[in-house]
């Protein structure tokens, strides 16, 4: 699929389901297992250490049902809603520990044109912190370049609650890339407690991606 039909399906596809599993299923290559692997669809790549597994569609899925917004018109909207991730990988066993630093890639269209990043982002979260329990930036969105790309970044933190309405503090890390019909938004949740280490190794993962679909 060249990278101008690509495009213009982005532009045209308000749900991408198909295309996203294809490429989950069609486009992950895993290179040295000793060192790094390397996540790669037309125009997007990232390389991500060895030790992070990946998320697989039923997990992803499992994982959604889990959530709890503390609405039961917010849940229904999320289990129904949500939306299948380019990339999901996670670091830890899911067999030993309950909230596990996590890596989304999605692709999606949007409304918001990104002409004013910072703006336009934090816009964009303030949707996404309508549903969210004690929503609190930690940075505030702003403008940066990775690999010759602009784009946003923030950093916040909230409370889920489980599926036994256990609270938990955690935080997640935010990018979002701007094209021409498209964006690609990086999405990072881990536990609060202590997570500078964890946040510095995802900055690191996200520093390796590269974008070259103009």
């Known amino acids: 699929m060249g990278i101008r039909k690509l495009t213009r399906v982005f532009a045209q596809m308000k749900k991408l389901y198909s295309i996203l599993i294809y490429f989950c299923l069609a486009f992950i290559v895993?290179?040295?297992p000793s060192e790094k692997r390397e996540f790669k669809a037309p125009?997007?790549?990232?390389?991500?250490?060895?030790?992070?597994d990946d998320i697989t569609v039923e997990e992803f899925k499992d994982?959604?049902?889990?959530v709890d917004?503390?609405?039961?018109?917010?849940?229904?909207?999320?289990?129904?809603n949500n939306e299948i991730p380019l990339f999901s990988?996670?670091?830890?066993?899911?067999?030993?520990e309950?909230?596990?630093?996590t890596i989304n890639v999605k692709v999606q269209v949007s409304d918001l044109k990104f002409n004013n990043i910072p703006a336009d982002l934090r816009t964009y979260l303030y949707r996404i912190s309508l549903v969210l329990k004690n929503f609190d930036y930690l940075i505030e969105p702003k403008t940066?370049?990775?690999?010759?790309?602009?784009?946003?970044?923030?950093?916040?933190?909230?409370?889920?609650?489980d599926e036994n309405k256990n609270e938990r503090k955690v935080a997640s890390a935010f990018w979002i890339?701007?094209?021409?019909?498209?964006?690609?938004?990086?999405?990072?949740g881990f536990v609060y407690e202590n997570f500078e280490p964890t946040l510095k190794e995802i900055k690191q993962i996200v520093g390796t991606i590269k974008i070259t679909d103009r």
């Open 89 to 96: 990988i996670r670091k830890g066993d899911p067999e030993l």
């Open 69 to 80: 917004l503390g609405s039961p018109s917010f849940n229904k909207f999320l289990h129904e």
């Open 30 to 32: 895993i290179a040295n």
């Open 63 to 66: 994982n959604i049902k889990r």
């Open 177 to 188: 890339f701007p094209r021409k019909n498209h964006i690609y938004l990086i999405g990072s």
């Open 43 to 52: 125009g997007f790549s990232m390389e991500a250490p060895a030790e992070w």
């Open 144 to 161: 940066i370049r990775i690999n010759g790309n602009l784009a946003g970044y923030s950093l916040f933190s909230y409370t889920l609650i």
């Open 98 to 101: 309950e909230y596990l630093a």
